[in-house]
């Protein structure tokens, strides 16, 4: 592709011959979240690599407002960022959660979302006010209760809180990583002091 041209083997055996494409000039972009797995070869062939961030706070107040309005919705300020804060970070969790804080402002008869109805609705949906959901509270209290916090392995929480390890992975485990409430240790995984915290424990008890 580098010299803007492909070769496609048609037929086969006796019959195979090759087909030649020329291509016009083109921007390749790709994204991963597992840039590890990629071989080297195919990363360094890419121009420039950089690395997405988690997304701020008043950045997603903002998209939370404005996907309101693509949505017809009402929303307050202070309903835009509590929807924000509970987020992890991301537009489409923000988004998924705004849809669902909807449904509930609508069957409250509402003409506003607001941070009552917000926070209401997401305690509901079990999001606490960092965003972590059930399963990531599950993960923490477990490993808390059946191993002191820790070191655990990651097949061995799976296994303990029924989730597939894949699952932990790649949904649960980044976020609590980049809160601080985890760590990876050459042993497994343990939970930090803030993490304690966060469930209001302490690492003696």
Known sequence: MEDYFIDIIVGQDATAHAVHFPLPPFTLIGATTRAGMLSAPLRDRFGIVGHMNYYTEEELTNIVYRSAQVLAS????????????????????????????????????????????????????????????????????????????????????????GEETDTIADMVEPYLLQLGFLKRTPRGRVVTAAGYAHLGLSPSE
């Open 74 to 161: 009402e929303i307050s300020a202070k309903g835009a960022h509590e929807i924000a804060r509970r987020s992890r970070g991301t537009p489409r969790v923000a988004n998924r959660l705004l849809k669902r804080v909807r449904d509930f402002a609508e069957v409250a008869e509402k003409d506003q979302i607001d941070d009552e109805i917000s926070r209401y609705a997401l305690d509901l949906l079990q999001v606490d006010k960092v965003g972590l959901d059930a399963t990531d509270r599950k993960m923490l209290t477990t490993m808390i209760e059946l191993y002191q916090g820790g070191p655990v392995g990651l097949t061995t929480i799976a296994a303990n809180i």
